[in-house]
């Protein structure tokens, strides 16, 4: 049977690493999956390394390029759009949380709005749909709609795009179009195609 291996003696061991072996773990971390520059450096201070030697050590990995906080919110954000629609308010949180510094989150989501002008416009109107806008309604077209009380469904989906961080006129505003269309047979504005699949 295997031994474990002791977590304290293996911090003590971290603890003593000079610059190179530093580097090398932070570029092992990196290997399995991106991080941002300060979810790097937390975890391996969190691991034992000391703390002048990681910062020395991300800064490196920033330097050539293989840390790139802005590359890894596009990243994330186009993600998200192509398979879990959120709002910017949740994009923005998930970005803090991966450690992506507050104004790149606040350039790449900006971005993401001036991307989405022109691409899809509302039924009958000229007005292009924003990126939330689309988001919105492949969010909702995800929601299998259940019938029963039409004001109690529309109260369910407007919770639900809710809790997916897309603002609350504009989570009620797609959920009365979603209830009233399938009401009435009629298939409400759908995002660019591949947006808005159900599942």
């Not at 290997?31 to 941002?36: M, N, V």
């Not at 909702?140 to 609350?168: I, K, N, Y």
């Amino acid at each position: 049977m295997r031994r474990r291996k002791d977590p304290a003696l293996i911090k003590e061991r971290h603890a003593t690493a000079d610059a190179a072996a530093v580097l090398e773990a932070a570029a092992r971390s990196l290997s399995g999956a991106p991080r941002t520059k300060r979810a790097l450096a937390e975890r391996l201070i969190k691991a034992g390394y000391p703390e002048e030697h990681v910062i020395t050590a991300t800064d490196r990995l920033e330097a050539i390029g293989i840390i790139d906080d802005e590359r890894l919110a596009r990243s994330l954000v186009e993600s998200r759009d192509r398979s879990r629609q959120r709002g910017d308010r949740a994009l923005a949180q998930e970005l803090r949380r991966r450690g992506v510094p507050e104004e790149i989150a606040l350039r790449v989501l900006a971005e993401r709005s001036d991307e989405a002008d022109g691409l899809a416009l509302r039924e009958g109107e000229q007005t292009p749909l924003s990126a939330e806008e689309r988001a919105a309604y492949a969010a909702a077209a995800r929601v299998r709609l259940r019938g029963g009380d039409a004001r109690a469904e529309v109260q369910r989906v407007a919770q639900v795009l809710a809790r997916r961080g897309f603002p609350s006129g504009l989570s009620w505003r797609i959920a009365r179009e979603r209830v009233a269309g399938a009401g009435e047979g009629i298939i409400p504005p759908q995002p660019p195609e591949g947006l808005g699949e159900a599942d």
